[in-house]
């Protein structure tokens, strides 16, 4: 049986290092930011934007209303967005079809479902989330604790959003996943070392 | 430091076994049903009376409310049902005091909080709950799916509002708890085997 290993995270939980630690430990592949590079290779489109767009649910650009009526109109925005959502499924099946892998975010618990993947969701509590943010030290100019904690609930609202309205499930509710693990306080590089126990 | 490990767990998850098998593997105390045999010998209750008021919220028994006023009055009710808590919860210290143990249930997560128990939710989908009740096999007459889907969502229910009034926590909110485990389709020993290794 394949060994599909995908991570769920809130922003700042360090589920992006515990998804790499994991794929050194089993020594396979390991997909995060590689899924929006083939993306960019397969369309026209920059990795900017591919990011952007599938970080957040999608919107219609031209809602159209007359008297109390409303009209579903063709939208190009909206089609532009459901089509990368289609070339990254397409991406992540493939990549999993290929071999053993991590898969980073991107819906892949919900994609890969039929190959029984261990399905991780990372959560910290906030004032975790703030200071891991802070080590990464990417802020310039430098945020406030309020200003972070103000971008962490976005990018997550952002996710569940995303998420939901591809899945139809909800992110982050527990009974999506096999287990989930709170890393406020604890050694990522541990708790990996023990994760990787519960995959077959 | 001291090996506290507290469970809290949905009905018919496997959380009790769970529990069970990690205090053997850590040859450490096991606290579950001998919380309420201990309490019954201090006090002058029966363990079915203090095992049924210890699985949900406390309750008025004589809400007084004249026109649109509402009284307060002494409840002796309300009282013993506090008391009962009391005493579980010096109960509780003494043995995580005594020794090395693992609690389950009966807020220990909450109660134990400064000796940085390991909080494990195990959870698991409903027709897991109802497969693993029916193992347990102790229904007479035996209930239909729909009987024992009603049962299992009472009990979770005041576990969850006992949960709630005494801590003021939400039960089964992840953030609580260390890591979440669901037991869908797995067994309960392996899992145990694993999650001992989070324990330092």
């Known amino acids: 049986m394949k060994r599909i290993i995908t991570i769920s995270r809130e922003f ?15 020594q396979i592949a390991y997909y995060d930011k590689e899924i929006v590079e083939e993306m960019a290779k397969r369309t026209s489109l920059s990795e900017e934007y591919i990011s952007q767009v599938t970080q957040q649910r999608p919107v219609m650009s031209f809602p159209i209303s007359i008297g109390k009526s409303f009209y579903l109109m063709p939208d190009p925005l909206m089609e532009q967005h459901q089509s990368i959502y289609r070339e990254q499924h397409q991406i ?14 991107r819906c892949g618990d919900y994609i890969l479902q039929d190959l029984h993947p261990l399905r991780i969701f990372v959560y ?10 802070r080590e990464r030290g ?6 406030s604790d ?25 992110w982050g ?10 890393t406020s306080g604890k050694s990522i590089k541990e708790l990996a070392e023990v994760l990787v126990k519960l995959v077959k």
């Not at 990417?138 to 945020?143: A, N, S, T």
């Open 138 to 143: 990417k802020e310039d100019p430098p945020l």
């Open 173 to 182: 509710d527990k009974l999506n996943y096999d287990v989930c693990i709170n």
């Open 146 to 170: 309020k200003e972070l904690r103000q971008q962490i609930k976005k990018v997550e609202k952002g996710r569940a959003k995303y998420y939901e309205f591809y899945t139809g499930q909800s």
């Open 124 to 133: 910290a509590d906030m004032e975790s989330k703030i200071a891991r943010c």
């Open 92 to 105: 992540i099946r493939e990549m999993a079809d290929k071999s053993d892998c991590v898969i980073v975010g």
């Open 12 to 26: 700042g939980s360090g589920g992006r290092e515990l998804g790499r630690r994991i794929s050194e430990l089993l």
